[in-house]
């Protein structure tokens, strides 16, 4: 199982950016997938999370309004599509996806937000 985040970068406040997290391995169409982040010093937080077939979402409070997770099943793809970026949200962001019995982790990508 792999999972490949790309996409990041840095950017200015009020900026945008397109993660991408390319999945191999397991049956992507059956699993929902996570976004992560963790800032420097800081615990790994929940970002946004998707339904396997892409019908529900959920978003951190902090990113509600401004990010937007979505999939396409025939690319095995997760995306975070991030905007009205913000210097707080500069962080490492992971992709994660659990396929019994285990959690699975992508390697990460930095996100810097500053100007």
């Known amino acids: 199982i792999q999972l490949v985040e790309s996409g990041g970068g840095l950017v200015q406040p009020g900026g945008s950016l397109r993660l991408s997290c390319a999945a191999s391995g397991f049956t992507f169409s059956k699993c929902h997938m996570r976004w992560y982040l963790q800032a420097p010093g800081k615990e790994r937080e929940l970002v946004a999370v998707i339904t396997s077939a892409g019908d529900t979402t959920d978003y951190a409070d902090s990113v509600k309004g401004r990010f937007t997770i979505s999939r396409d099943n025939a690319k095995n793809t997760v995306y975070l599509q991030m905007n009205s970026l913000k210097p707080e949200d500069t962080a490492v962001y992971y992709c994660?996806?659990?396929?019994?019995?285990?959690?699975?982790w992508g390697q990460g990508t930095q996100v810097t937000v500053s100007s």
């Open positions: 994660s996806t659990y396929v019994s019995p285990n959690w699975y």
